[in-house]
């Protein structure tokens, strides 16, 4: 029986420059999340969630638990890239193929979801039953806390969901908490106070006693509720988060136009070989 001749591929099958672009760009992917995972890990490290598990109920509100699923999956994706890119795997490149498309998909998938709802109110209530749960476990969490303080203070300068006494539904600041002694009774957080000019400092108990019958009119807190404000930062900024996206998915639809070829190119060379050896 005559020899069966085997080739042996002693060259790149993949253009030198596509395969560590590809290498090099998941390789800042990867160690980005690998820093975002060890920020959620030790953040509910700090928080001893690992062994307070029914603390879990609104584990989807928890900010960290968010940044290890975020951490997690880039992770993963990157390892899979990066990797595979660098040792011409055919097997992790078609894993990182298929996963983009489905990142991608979910994404499309996502946004045709929201444009089709954004009348019907549906992304609305969402909004608001999130924010409800926050303000209901603002000092329960301090990373929910830290969290609706920046929403309230830094970025869009609001208080409650439709305006300060939103902030009833929280026992520590509800109006009938004053019974039981509570000094933040019928108040608001600090971070619903305005900046007065020149304040280096900001007063913490700045929102005491500011929902009290028979209170000053001017109460030096944002009157905007959260959700209004939001709305309106979304249509200030609508070309921005737009363009973001669009920019998002076209670097998504490249990554697997180069990708696909070459990937299937690979994936011809590892089945012929496989066929020559047997």
Known sequence: MPAVRKYRRETSEISCCLKYLLFASNVILWLSALLVLSVGIWAWKEKDMFRNITRLHYIALDPAFVLIILGGVT????????VGALRENTCL????????????????????LAFVLKDKGWIKDQATEGLKAFIRHYREDADQ????DWIQEDWLQCCGIDGPKDWDSNNYFNCSSIAIGSREACGVPF???????????KNKQCGYDVRKEGYPVDRNI?????LRAGEDWLEA??????????????????????????????FYFSI???IYDI
């Open 145 to 148: 806390q830290n969290l609706i």
């Open 75 to 82: 992770f993963l994706l990157g390892f899979m890239g990066s």
């Open 191 to 201: 971070s619903c106070c305005r900046r007065r000019p020149q304040e280096l400092i």
């Open 93 to 112: 490149l078609g894993a990182y193929a298929i996963f983009l498309s489905v990142l991608l998909i979910a994404e499309i998938g996502f946004c045709a």
């Open 237 to 266: 900024h609508l070309i921005s988060v737009a363009a973001c996206c669009v920019g998002l998915l076209v670097l998504q639809v490249l990554t697997e136009y180069l990708l696909r070829p070459s990937n299937l190119y690979l």
């Open 222 to 226: 944002h009157e905007r509720g959260c």
């Open 272 to 274: 012929s070989h496989i």
